[in-house]
């Protein structure tokens, strides 16, 4: 007898219905992102922060800043005075397989990262909180692991799921969907067939968010090789212009040179930076279409969510339609209206959707 | 006449004028409040600073430049105060400032507050006390009820049982053996049907007990969070803030409604997710 029949055993009520469960619990949906950091509640707070957390280097900047511990934008804005840290690195913590040098550190930030996303959830004093979080759909057995030690100590109950499954799961879109989830780290590809996805189901990419910074960052260096900047700086004008269609508005960015702000054309360099992800996603689309039953591949292709973060990328959609009738010989592309929250709207209704029994021998 | 104020001193700034030594206990009390390092700030309006320079230029000029007409001087004077209140603008900082009365006023409004709230997490606290207490009780005489009703079934059954093997045991009744035998099977019959018997007990004792267990944790969320205002009534001179919380909008776990669409799909979808979160949170536990 599994743990499941024991728990279906007792849980349920003579009529089979699921037993009714006392108040007192907070559900949350997190999408644990390199680059975001989002959370839906069930109290119907949202909220999404960046992924950094910071600690002052030294007793002066502690003093200066008034705090131990900074996060997101408010950590990256002062980020001169503060150790800083990213504690994940492509949808998975840092220290999970031990070979980031200060992985002490990232275990710390990525419990202080948890911590403070659901304290801004506003959960009430009495409440238990329950969580769903997002995982890549590749993410090892030790990233997994280290997650869950990491969200354990703000937690009562805590669950993982893979994150293009939950953005299918949110929208009620469990047939014959593909799912792409594009975040900083890395890109998630999801057959979904009316059935729990499995291994063969899901891809992971790294044609993700910080690969188009660095491409863009390529071409900063040799279109403008007279201009300074960082990958900070990079990565803003990629938010701010990314695009990927044909007409586009000019990319008019000032760098400094030498000291002195100076304009420079990015258009192209946007461009051709964000245009990088899509061959790599289409093709891995069609390795997910060429194995699904063949009476049902077109209707697959006629099918494609796109979401996640990095999915923001003006045009992306037409472009991939484009790319996947080029070598596929059809697609459809439509963009989740909250890209943002998608992952986590997600997580928060399996969180709903999971019977109590099942949380409550989780704890 | 004008001080620039740093941080620090904002701060001392925001909450009120500086300790001046008072008659009485007045002036201790203040000290108290504002800490000993609370300075003395002179405060200067805009349109006061801005008439000073004003006058100071115009006598300036005056004394500098002698036989400088009135209406010369007039038109210097309004270029300058309109470059000052410009410059003013441009490197003004606001900077709340409270009356002592105001502050002490403002205080005490928030010692109310959290104490208020204190009172509030008491009570919280003392009726889930008294809701645990109340399912302990209704536990305890569930468990009396269902063990009596249990055995006094159980006995009955049990009878029936043992007569239906001995009337079995009876066709050999001549034998030694089956004599011996008889008794080792209606023990051994015995034993399992109070074996499984306990194991319907315990079952339907579960529920009350995780809905206890329930209770309990969030007592000592609870209690966790009464240490914290009570800390928070303490730390009352740094004016920080309590966020109460907002509350969950769904009372109860909704789980899955049969009339939603493909529950079925959807149910094994969560059976499949809880069991993969329970291999993977055994693996780590081991």
Not at chain 1, 37 to 45: F, K, R
Not at chain 1, 106 to 131: G, T
Not at chain 2, 244 to 272: W, Y
Request: net charge negative.
């Amino acid at each position: 007898m599994t743990d499941l029949d024991l728990l279906e055993n007792t849980e349920q009520g003579n009529d089979g219905a699921p037993a009714a469960v006392e108040n007192g619990v907070l559900y949350l949906g997190i999408d644990l992102g390199t680059s975001r950091t989002s959370v839906t509640a069930s109290n119907g707070e949202r909220v999404t922060l960046a992924s950094y957390v910071g600690y002052p280097k030294d007793v002066v900047s502690r003093k200066l800043l008034k705090k131990d511990v900074l996060f997101g934008d408010e950590a990256l804005q002062k980020r001169l005075s503060l150790n800083l840290f990213r504690p994940l690195s492509k949808g998975v913590l840092k220290f999970s397989e031990q070979e980031e040098a200060d992985y002490e550190g990232n275990v710390k930030a990525a419990k202080d990262l948890i911590r403070e996303a659901i304290r801004l959830a506003k959960p009430r004093s009495d409440e238990l909180v329950y969580a769903v979080i997002g995982v890549p759909a590749e993410a090892s057995i030790n990233n997994r692991e280290a997650i869950i030690e990491a969200a354990r100590e703000s937690v009562d109950s805590v669950m993982l799921c893979s994150e293009p499954f939950s953005v299918a799961y949110g929208l009620d879109m469990l047939d014959d969907v593909l799912v792409i989830d594009i975040g900083a780290g890395t890109t998630d590809l999801c057959r979904m067939h009316g059935t729990m996805p499995d291994e063969s189901d899901q891809l992971t990419l790294d044609a993700a968010g910080d690969a188009v910074d660095a491409k863009l960052e390529e071409e900063l260096a040799a279109n403008c090789p007279e201009a300074q900047f960082t990958r900070q700086m990079v990565k803003n004008i990629k938010e701010r212009f990314g695009s990927v269609s044909e007409r586009i508005d000019q990319a008019l960015v000032m760098l400094p040179v030498e000291g002195k702000p100076t304009q420079f054309d990015l258009t192209d360099a946007v461009r051709t930076a964000c245009h990088t992800i899509v061959p790599p996603i289409v093709e891995g689309l069609g390795k997910l279409i060429a194995t699904f039953d063949p009476e049902f591949q077109e209707r697959l292709k006629g099918r494609v969510l796109l979401a996640g973060g990095g999915s923001q990328i003006q045009g992306l959609d037409k472009a991939i339609e484009a790319e996947m009738r080029r070598t596929l010989g059809s697609g459809d592309v439509i963009r989740i209206e909250e890209p943002m929250y998608g992952g986590a709207n997600g997580a928060l209704k399996v969180a709903h959707d999971m019977p109590a029994a099942y949380w409550e021998s989780l704890r | 006449m004008f001080e620039s104020i740093r941080p620090r001193q904002r701060a001392c700034a925001r909450q009120a004028a500086p300790a001046q030594p008072q008659p009485g206990n007045e002036g201790e009390g203040k000290e108290r409040v504002l800490g000993k390092r609370a300075r003395r700030l002179n405060l200067v309006n805009q349109t006061h600073l801005v008439r000073s320079i004003e006058q100071a230029v115009r006598r300036g000029l005056a004394e500098r430049l002698d036989g400088v007409d009135d209406t010369t001087l007039s038109e210097i004077a309004r270029t300058t105060q309109a470059e000052l209140l410009a410059l003013l603008k441009a490197g003004a900082q606001a900077v709340r400032g409270l009356s002592k009365e105001k502050f002490l006023e403002e205080a005490e409004e928030d010692r109310r507050r959290i104490v208020a709230e204190r009172e509030k997490a008491s009570e919280d606290l003392q009726a889930l006390m008294d809701q645990v207490d109340a399912r302990r009780d209704e536990m305890l005489r569930a468990r009396e009820a269902l063990e009596e009703e249990s055995r006094r079934s159980g006995d009955a059954q049990d009878e029936a049982l043992a007569r239906r093997v001995e009337a079995l045991f009876e066709e050999d009744a001549g034998e030694a053996a089956a004599e011996q035998l008889r008794e080792q099977v209606t023990t051994l019959l015995l034993g399992s049907v109070q074996c499984e018997r306990d194991k319907v007990v315990a079952a339907q004792m579960s529920e009350h007990r995780q809905s206890v267990e329930n209770f309990e944790r969030r007592i000592t969320k609870l209690t966790r969070s009464l240490e914290l205002t009570e800390e928070e009534l303490r730390r009352m001179a740094e004016r920080k803030e309590v966020d109460p919380g907002v509350a969950s909008v769904f009372r109860t776990v909704q789980g899955l409604n049969a009339d939603e669409d493909d529950v079925e799909a959807k149910t094994e979808m969560m059976a499949s997710i809880f069991e993969a979160n329970v291999a993977l949170q055994k693996h780590g536990g081991s």
